[in-house]
C-alpha cells in the first residue's frame, strides 16, 4: 500500500531527474549527502500516480539514507534513485533493460559520488544491466563474482533490532511466544516470518499480495487483511512493506507494545513518533533496524572478511540498545536519539571536510 508522505527539506547536494532515452520513463537520482564518503542507496522500481511522486520518493528515501548510513557507522553518504512506472505499467523484458540502461547513464553521471544497489522492484539481475553503463553499482549477482542479494543480511539485523525493542518493551528478548505482526511478506519480511515461527513467535501476517496466504498457512500464522493488521493484538508491530503506514489515524488504533520493522520511512509523519510515544509504544527507528543490507553492501564492495561484515550487522541490536538508553536519558523518542546519533557523524565528518 502506498500513502502520500509530506517532502522533507531540500538539503541535497544535487538530484538529477530524466526521461530515459531509450525506456521513455521517469528516473531520478537524488544525492542527499556525501560528507562521509561516496552515497550508497538502491534504485526503487514502482507504480506512481504522477511522476513528482516518484521524485518525492527519491528525495525522502535519500535523506533517510544518510541517516542510516551515518546512524550505522559507515564512511558512506546517502542516496537513492527511483524509476517511476505510470499506473498499471508492467514492463517487459526490453523495455525493463532499456530502464536499467537509462539509470546506468543516470549514476554514471554523478561520477562516482553516488553507488546505487537493488532495492525494491529491482533485482540483483537488474544491478548487471546498470553495470553495463557505470562501474558505481553495488550487489551485482553471486555467479559474476558480487556480494548478490542483500536480503539476508538486512534480516539479520531486523532480527537482532526487534530482540532488542523485545527486551526493552517486554523484558525479556525471547521470541517464543510472543504475538507479533509482520505487515509485509517480501524478501526481507518473509525471512523474519521463517525466522519466527521456526523459534514459536505467535504470528499473524498479511501482505498486499494475496498469494502469500500460502506461505501464511506453511507457517502456521493468522492472516488478516492489510488494512486491519494494526489492529491485532501484538507484542510487536513488524511494519515490512512501503513507507508511510503509520498514519494518526493508525497510531491511533494501533494494538501493539512496540514497532520495529525493515520499512523505510514508516511514520507518515514525524510527529507520529511523539505520537506513538504518548501511547506508550516503544518505536525502534526504521533507518537503524534496516540498516543490514547496507552494511553488507558497503563493507563487501570494500572487500571486508565476512566475519567481520556479519558482526557488524548483528551488532544493530546493540545500537539500538543504546540508542533506547539514550532516549531515556534524554527523555527524548529512539526517533530522535537515533537522529542525533547520525547528527554526530555528519558533524564530524562536515568538520573533517572543512580542514582538507
Avoid at 507504480?47 to 521524485?55: M, R, T, V
Avoid at 539500538?320 to 530522535?336: G, K, N, Y
Amino acid at each position: 500500500m502506498t500513502h502520500a508522505l509530506p517532502l522533507p527539506d531540500f538539503t541535497h547536494e544535487r538530484v538529477e531527474v530524466i526521461t530515459g532515452r531509450r525506456s521513455g520513463l521517469f528516473i531520478a537520482a537524488a544525492l542527499h549527502s556525501s560528507v562521509l564518503g561516496p552515497a550508497l542507496g538502491g534504485a526503487r522500481m514502482w507504480n506512481y500516480p504522477h511522476w513528482s511522486d516518484a521524485l518525492g520518493d527519491a528525495l525522502r528515501l535519500s535523506a533517510a539514507m544518510t541517516l542510516k548510513n551515518a546512524a550505522a557507522g559507515l564512511d558512506a553518504g546517502g542516496g537513492k534513485a527511483v524509476i517511476g512506472l505510470p499506473p498499471g505499467t508492467v514492463l517487459d523484458t526490453e523495455r525493463r533493460r532499456a530502464a536499467f540502461l537509462d539509470l546506468g547513464d543516470a549514476v554514471e553521471s554523478f561520477g562516482g559520488l553516488y553507488r546505487t544497489a537493488e532495492d525494491v522492484g529491482s533485482t540483483t539481475d537488474d544491478m548487471l544491466v546498470v553495470s553495463e553503463r557505470t562501474d558505481h553499482v553495488v550487489g551485482l549477482p553471486d555467479r559474476v563474482g558480487g556480494s548478490g542479494e542483500p536480503a539476508g543480511p538486512t534480516s539479520i539485523g531486523v532480527y537482532a533490532s526487534l530482540t532488542a525493542t523485545l527486551e526493552r518493551a517486554v523484558g525479556t528478548a525471547d521470541v517464543a511466544g510472543r504475538r507479533i505482526t509482520v505487515a509485509g511478506l517480501g524478501q526481507v519480511g518473509s525471512r523474519l516470518a521463517l525466522q519466527l515461527a521456526a523459534e514459536g513467535a505467535v504470528l499473524t501476517v498479511t501482505d498486499v499480495n494475496p498469494a502469500k496466504k500460502e506461505l501464511a498457512a506453511d507457517l502456521g500464522a493468522a492472516w488478516v487483511e492489510p488494512a486491519e493488521a494494526h489492529l491485532a493484538t501484538a507484542d510487536v508491530f513488524v511494519p515490512a512493506g512501503i513507507g508511510g503506514v503509520l498514519t494518526d489515524e493508525v497510531i491511533d488504533a494501533l494494538d501493539a507494545r512496540a514497532v520495529c520493522g525493515p520499512a523505510n520511512n514508516p511514520l507518515a509523519h514525524r510527529a507520529g513518533a511523539d505520537r506513538l510515544a504518548a501511547r506508550g509504544i516503544l518505536y525502534a527507528p526504521d533507518f537503524v533496524v534496516n540498516a543490514g543490507g547496507v552494511i553488507y553492501l558497503d563493507l563487501a564492495a570494500k572487500q571486508r572478511a565476512r566475519a567481520e561484515i556479519m558482526a557488524r550487522v548483528e551488532g544493530i541490536g546493540d545500537v539500538l540498545r543504546r540508542i533506547f538508553d539514550e532516549a531515556d536519558a534524554r527523555a527524548v523518542t529512539p526517533l530522535a536519539a537515533a537522529e542525533s546519533l547520525a547528527a554526530e557523524r555528519l558533524a564530524a565528518g562536515a568538520a573533517r571536510s572543512a580542514l582538507v
